[in-house]
C-alpha cells in the first residue's frame, strides 16, 4: 500500500485528488494539508466526502510529513509549491506537483511569467513534464513530476499529432479555450460569484495567460522549433470541462479524413484519448469526471486550415486525473488504475 | 456473470443503467432495448460511452430476449411495462421494474392516478417494492422488485424514522420537493428545453402528482393507518437531485438532538443514508453521481414543527442506482458492489 | 425633478436602483455612497451601466449629502442603517429604506431577531410597512418607508386575500420559499461561489430565518390575531426570483375557482399583481425584470389544504422596483412611472 | 402611430419583438402570426407578455393582412420568408426580414449555403443589409431590410473599424464565437433540451455555418476585396449573449492604444457601440437585454495578433433589437426609441 501525502488540499483540485485516492486500490492517504484549514476534517470543506474520509487537515511542516508518506501530491499555489517540492526530492521522495512551478525548463521564462524566481535550479532540471501520452516512459522512472497545466493539456494534446507529422505551418496556430468555473479554483472573489459568472461568458488574460509559454515549450519540443501562439482563455457558466478549438493553416491540401487516420493511429493505444468520427465533435459534458480527452477535427478547405477540437474535464485529466495516472506510470501500478470512471452523464 | 437486459435503454435512468453495469465487477449487460433508436449503437445516443459499451440497441422481443438474460432491468414507461414484466415473470425470470407498474399494491388506486388499468394483478401481488432501507430481507427474496419512483424513495426515507417512532401527527404531513431537470426524463419538449428550464423556477402537477399515492402506501405501511399528504413537485435549473423539505407537527415537544438520534440509530448500520450533525442540511450537490441520501433535520419550536430535509441524486438513489442496490441484494453480491462511487463535486 | 441618493450602492439592490432611476422621467441621481468603493465610477462596479451613468461613488457624509437630495434610498446592511435613516428623518427628508431596520415595528422583536438594538424607537414609530398593495394610501402620506423583505413580499401578497377572508386555519401556515442567488448579496464568499451554488439546492437559515417576524407581523395585522408560521428559504442556482409555495389548512371546503374569484377581485386593480388562470402557477422566469408578482392556486380537496405559489423578481418587487414604486406613491407620480418593464424572457 | 404587423410571432424573437413594440410609442402591433399556434392568445406561449398583450395569433394570409399593417417584420425560418416578403414589397408595404433570405446579394451564394433557390431575385436587389453602423443612410430610404444575422453583427462590428483602416491582413482572420442557447430557436429537440445543454460546451457547424458568407459577403465590402474567414459557433450553457473573439494578424506593428484610438473615433457618435477602455474585455452578462454591442481589444505583440472581442445580445442587437433600431431609421422615428433600456444585470 502507498502512502501519499496531499499538500494542499482544501482546493478543487486537492478534493479530486481524496477523491480519488480514497478509492484508489493500491494507496493510502496518511496527510492532507492546509494551513487555513489546519484541524478541520477534511468533511467540513468537502460535504460530498463524508463517510468516505476521517482525515483532518494539519498544517505543512515538511519534516514532520517526511515519514509519513513515499509521494507527495503538491497542490499548492503557484510559487508556493518549489521549496517544499524541493525538500521532498532531495530526501528522496516521490512528487507531483501540480503547481507550475517545475513545469517550464527555462527558469528565465518561469520568471518572466510568474513574477517570482524559481530558487531550486537543479531540482528544476529533474522534472519531466507529466503528460503521458507524451512522456510515458519517463515519467515511468523519474521522481519529480510536473503536472501539466488543464489549458495545455487539451491544447497539446489537440496539436501533438498535426506537429509530429508536420502537417501545419507552425507560425499560425491559435488556441481558443474555455474552461468552466472550477478552473478559477475555490476561492471567494465577487468576480467568480455565483451571479457574476451565471449567464455570462467573458475573455479573460487576453494574451497574457501564464499558460501559454507552457503550450508553445511543449509544442516546440515536438515540432523541433520555435513556436509562439496565441491563446485565449474563455470563462464559461459551468463547473468542469475545458473546450479548445484550434486552428492552423495547413502546410498543403489534406483530406479530413487523412488528418483524422494520422490521430487515430498516435493515439490508438491511448487509455485517455478518443479520436472521434469524422463530423462528431467534443463536449466537455461527455468527460465530465473521467479523465479522458475527447477529439474532434476538420479541415476547412475554402482557407486551408486545420481546425481541432480537444475537451478534457480540467479536474481531471487537467489536474488530479492526469497526477494519478502519472502516479500509477511512477509505481508501476496498471495505469488506468482508479481513474477508468466513465462520465457522469448528464 | 449474471447477464443482464436493459429494457428501455435509450433514456437518462437507462443510460445510468449501462453506466453503472459496464463496470459492476458481476455483471455483463448482454442486451439494451429501444424502438426508436434500434440498429443505433449506444453510444450514438450516449457520446460519454463511447469506448466503454459496444452495445447496439435492438427492438423489444420478448420471447427473442428470454434466453440471453437472467434479470432485466425494465426501464420502460409506465403502463407499457405491464405486460413485458408479467411475461418475464412467468418464465421465471428476475427483474428490476423502473416504471410505476408494479409498485401500487392496490390495482385500483393504480388506475385512479395512471389512468389505466392494470392486467396482471397476480403478478402485481408478487411485486416487492423496492426500497432497501425498509425491505431488505424481502428484496433478497423476490424475483420481482417496483423500483421505487424518485420522489417518493427521498420522502419515505426522510420520514420513516419519525413515523416508525410515533413521533409526529399523521394528519399534517406537507412534502415540498424539488427536481433536477433529468427527472422530466429525456425528451424533446419546448417546455424542457435548455431557455424555458434555465434562470426558471416552478412547481407542476400540483396536489395531483402521480408520486402521491406511492408515498402514501408506504407512509401508511410504517404507520399501520391510512395517511394522506400535501406534495408538491418543483422544477430546479440544474441537472440531477431531488431535495425533499419535509414538515410534520410533532405529537409533543422534542429536542432537535434526540430526534437525530433516533434517526441515526435507525439508519447506522445503512450503507446509503447519511444523517447530518445539528445544523447541518442536505444539498443534492454533495450527493450527485452517488447512491447516497443525505438527511438533516431540525425542530421548530415555535410551531412545534419537525423539519426534514432530504437529498438524492434522482438517476441514482432514485432510479438506476438502487436498482442496482436492489440486484446486489437479489443476488446475493455485496450490497454495495458497483454503487460505492464518491458524489462528483464540484 | 426629485432629487434622491442611494445610500449604499455598490450591492445588486443599490445597481438596480441606479438602473431605475436612471431612466425615471421624473428623478435625477444626485449622489451615490459606498464607503469601500468611494472614489470609483459607478460603471466600474456595473459594467453593464456604462454609458448610462456618469456618477461616482463617495463616503457616505450625512451632513454632506443632506441638502444634496430630497429623497434617500437607503440599501445599507442591517443595522447600519438605523442612525443615518433618523438623522435624514429628523432633517425633513424622504427615505425608503431598503435595510430591515424600520420594518418591524416591535424593537423587541427586532433586537431578538437581528440582535442588535433599535436605538430611533421614535423614528421607527413614524415608519410605514410599504407594501402598496396593503398600505398604499399610507405610504402615499408617509415620509419614511421601510420597503418589504423579499421573501415576506411574496409570501405576504400570496396570503393577504385568504387572511383577510378568512378562509384558512392561521396556526397551519407553512411558507416554503426558493430564491434566486441574487437574494445572498454580492460578495465574495467561498459559500456563494459560482461552482458552489451552482448545480446545487439546499434549504438555509431553517426554521431561524429573520424574514419570519416580517411575515407574522403582516399576516398578523392582516388576520387581527398573532399568528406563527413556517417560513423555510432555499437557494436556487439562479440569478433573480422568489418562488413561494404556501400551504394552509381551510377552514372549511371551498372550490379553486371561488378562491380565485376571491383573489381576483381583492388584486383586480392592482398594476403589479397577476392571478393566474386555474390550472397555471407562475415561474420565476415570467416576472424576471418585471415589477410583478405573479399567483398561481389551487385547492387540494383529499387533504383540505389552500396551495398557493407566487412569483416576484427579488430585486424588483422585492426590493428596487418596490422601492421606486412607493417613491412613485409618496411624491404622487403615476404610480408605475418607470417600472413598467415588461419581464425578460428567456 | 405606426401599423406594426408581425409575421412568425412564436419564436423567442417574435416574443422579443412583442416585448419591445408593445412599449414603443409610435408603434401599435396590428397582428402577429403562427401557423401552429393560430387562435391561442400570445399570452399563453408567453406568459410573461400576460396583461401586456392582448393579441392573438392567427395564420399567416397575406392578402388579409395586407391591409392592417404598414411596416411587417419578418421572422419566418429561412426559404419560408421570400415569398411573403416579395408579396408585401410589390405592394408598397415597409418590411424588416430577420430571415437570412434577403441578406446575401449573390443568390447563387444563397443557394450554396441554404440549399434553396431564390426566386425574386428583382425583389432581392432592393433589399438593404440592416446594420446600421454600415448603412445607416441606406436603411432610411429603404423599404425593404434585410436584419443581420447574430453571429454577423457581432463579427462584422468587431472587425469594420481595422478592415476599414487596411489595418489587418484580410487572409488571416478567425472569427471565434459563442452563442446562448435562444440561438437554437425556440423548439422541442432533445439536443437543445436543458439537461444536454446545462454543463456542456461545443463547437457546432465547424467551418460550414450559414453566417460564413453573410460574414464574408459585408468584410468584402468594406475592404473592397474578397475576404474569406474560419468562423466556428458554439453553444454556450446560457440563454442570451454572442461573445466573437477575433483574430487578425496586423500589417504592421501598432500599439493597442491606437487601435483602440481608431475604434472609439469610428464609433464616437454610435448610440449602441461601446467600445472599452484598454484592458477591458466585454461579457456577455453586460448586454443582455440591451441594444449594445461591447467590443474590447487588444495587440499581442508576441504575435502581431489583433485580438477583438465583442458582445451582443443575440434577441436584441442581433435581432428584435435592431429590427426596432432600423423600422426606428425607416420611418424617421429618433433612432434609440424603444431600445435605450439598460442591460439587466446580474
Not at 329 to 340: A, D, P, Q, R, V
Amino acid at each position: 500500500m502507498l502512502k501519499a501525502a496531499i499538500c494542499g488540499g482544501s482546493g478543487y483540485a486537492g478534493g479530486e485528488l481524496i477523491r480519488l485516492l480514497s478509492k484508489h486500490p493500491f494507496v493510502r492517504i496518511t496527510a492532507v494539508t492546509s494551513e487555513r484549514s489546519a484541524g478541520k476534517p477534511v468533511s467540513d470543506l468537502f460535504p460530498h466526502l463524508n463517510n468516505h474520509s476521517n482525515l483532518v487537515y494539519e498544517p505543512l511542516k515538511k519534516e514532520k510529513l517526511l515519514n509519513r508518506a513515499d509521494l507527495f501530491f503538491m497542490a499548492l499555489p503557484h510559487a508556493e509549491s518549489q521549496e517544499a517540492v524541493d525538500f521532498f526530492f532531495r530526501n528522496r521522495k516521490k512528487i507531483i506537483d501540480l503547481s507550475a512551478d517545475y513545469r517550464l525548463r527555462s527558469p528565465e521564462i518561469y520568471e518572466e511569467w510568474y513574477k517570482a524566481s524559481h530558487k531550486y535550479k537543479g531540482t528544476l532540471r529533474k522534472a519531466v513534464y507529466g503528460l503521458p501520452e507524451l512522456y510515458r516512459n519517463k515519467i515511468g522512472k523519474s521522481s519529480l513530476i510536473a503536472n501539466p497545466g488543464c489549458y495545455p493539456t487539451g491544447a497539446i494534446l489537440g496539436l501533438y499529432p498535426a506537429l509530429k507529422n508536420k502537417l501545419i505551418d507552425t507560425d499560425s496556430i491559435i488556441i481558443d479555450s474555455t474552461s468552466g468555473t472550477t478552473g478559477a479554483g475555490r476561492k471567494g472573489e465577487t468576480a467568480f460569484s455565483y451571479c457574476e459568472v451565471n449567464e455570462g461568458f467573458r475573455a479573460y488574460s487576453v494574451a497574457v495567460h501564464r499558460h501559454t509559454p507552457e503550450i508553445e515549450q511543449e509544442l516546440s519540443a515536438v515540432a523541433n522549433k520555435n513556436i509562439t501562439v496565441d491563446f485565449t482563455p474563455h470563462l464559461g457558466p459551468y463547473d468542469r470541462g475545458i473546450l479548445s478549438t484550434i486552428y492552423a493553416r495547413l502546410k498543403k491540401n489534406i483530406e479530413t479524413k487523412k488528418v483524422l487516420g494520422t490521430y487515430k493511429k498516435l493515439y490508438q493505444k491511448e487509455p485517455f484519448v478518443r479520436v472521434l468520427a469524422e463530423g462528431k465533435y467534443p463536449n466537455v459534458k461527455n468527460v465530465r469526471g473521467s479523465n479522458l480527452c475527447d477529439i474532434g477535427l476538420t479541415v476547412n478547405n475554402r482557407t486551408n486550415t486545420l481546425i481541432i477540437v480537444t475537451a478534457i474535464d480540467n479536474l481531471m485529466k487537467g489536474a488530479a486525473g492526469q497526477a494519478v495516472h502519472n502516479m500509477n506510470l511512477m509505481m508501476g501500478f496498471k495505469e488506468t488504475t482508479g481513474i477508468e470512471t466513465i462520465a457522469l452523464f448528464p
